[in-house]
């Protein structure tokens, strides 16, 4: 199997620790300053929904940054 870059966060419950795959709800927050290389840094937050405890929490589903020489993920 070929080597990603990319990170694959483990989300997983706060209560009871069960691994939660798929947010029922994202959304992205934008950074309102560039950092040092003029990039911004978008956010992507995601609700997640336990399936054992049903507890509901927000965590981070990816971060991203936006700058001149196109996407960094
Ligand atoms: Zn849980």
Redesign the pocket.
């Known amino acids: 199997m070929p080597k990603t870059k990319t990170k694959q966060r483990q989300v997983v419950?706060?209560?009871?620790?069960?691994p939660v795959k798929e947010p029922y709800k994202t959304w992205e927050l934008v950074a309102p300053f560039p950092d040092k290389k003029m990039r911004i840094t978008v956010t992507i937050f995601g609700m997640f929904e336990?399936?054992?405890?049903?507890?509901k929490f927000r965590a981070v589903v990816s971060k991203a940054k936006l700058g001149s020489e196109g996407i960094e993920l």
């Open positions: 419950c706060p209560e009871c620790g069960t336990c399936p054992k405890c049903g507890k």
